[in-house]
């Protein structure tokens, strides 16, 4: 996985990412047209829209939790490349359904 626009870029430009998780509350267009243009033109890369950047660091880990379990501390992503899912798994095929893949 690669977190920031800076590392999703190389990975979209290497062929590594499989799929995009963005913010939908992005507000640089230069950015979103950015991701979105090497999205489609390496590989027709699909990317997942969410709500808000404290909304995906909170799915993939980055936000601090106390012992309890409750968030801390919310840290910001606006975007995230998965470069390997792994093995077939059902959240795979449920993520790759709802995009309208394989």
């Known amino acids: 996985m690669k977190v920031g626009l800076r590392q999703v870029t190389k990975s979209l430009i290497g062929g590594r990412s499989k799929?995009?998780?963005?913010?939908?509350?992005?507000n640089n267009k230069t950015m979103k047209d950015l991701i979105e243009g090497l999205a489609s033109q390496y590989n027709n890369v699909p990317i997942y829209k969410v709500g808000s950047h404290e909304d995906i660091s909170d799915y993939i880990g980055l936000s601090k939790k106390d012992e309890t379990g409750k968030i801390k501390k919310r840290m910001k992503c606006a975007v995230i490349s998965i470069d390997d899912f792994?093995?077939?798994?059902?959240?795979?095929?449920?993520?790759?359904s709802k995009l309208g893949r394989e």
């Open 86 to 96: 792994g093995e077939q798994t059902q959240g795979k095929r449920i993520i790759f």
């Open 19 to 26: 799929l995009i998780i963005m913010s939908s509350a992005i």
